[in-house]
């Protein structure tokens, strides 16, 4: 698997039931985004023991990306990207959603995960005769939901649920 085929797409309508998402790719003006899954463990040792065990207590992924502000079809994610940097939400307005796909098959739906996120705003800047920088982190919330991903209609299935049909989507 090439680095492209592992796409992010993130809720620009910051959409916390997660009912009416707008999932627009990262992409350009990332030169790098890694999904850490910072695992929290816990280990002990016996006094019996010569080696100590270690548990899995949970994970909190997360995602830091440092986007260029470069010019871009997609104008919508650059205009949310500058309000988060111009707003510095807080709360409930610094929630939103972010899947991670897997684009392998014939598609266009592939396998992919879902997750709540706090969004927050590292810094934006860089040097002289450079692209501003800007730098964001996608903390997860709760647990992922399996699913698949629409590349071409940009919508998320969780497992088990109906696939919307042909019919509907084109209606819509």
């Not at 006094?47 to 470069?70: A, C, F, H």
């Not at 929630?95 to 592939?110: F, L």
């Not at 996608?138 to 497992?159: V, W, Y």
């Amino acid at each position: 698997m090439k680095r492209h085929e592992l796409q992010h797409f993130v809720d620009i309508n910051n959409d916390k039931t997660m009912s009416n998402p707008s999932y627009h790719l990262l992409g350009e003006g990332i030169t790098s985004l890694t999904e850490e899954f910072n695992a929290e463990e816990e280990s002990e040792q016996w006094i019996n023991q010569q080696n100590g065990t270690t548990d899995v207590k949970s994970y909190t992924p997360s995602i830091s990306l440092e986007i260029q502000d470069v010019d871009q079809d997609d104008t919508d994610l650059v205009d949310w990207i500058n309000n988060l940097i111009d707003t510095l939400p807080t709360g409930s307005k610094a929630v939103t959603s972010y899947v991670r796909v897997r684009i392998k098959g014939a598609g266009p739906s592939y396998p992919a995960v879902q997750r709540m996120c706090a969004i927050t705003v590292g810094n934006t800047g860089g040097d002289a005769g450079s692209n501003v920088t800007n730098s964001i982190t996608l903390g997860g919330r709760g647990d992922g939901i399996q699913g698949t991903f629409n590349a071409e209609t940009k919508k998320f299935t969780p497992e088990g649920a109906p696939a919307p049909s042909r019919s509907k989507a084109l209606s819509d």
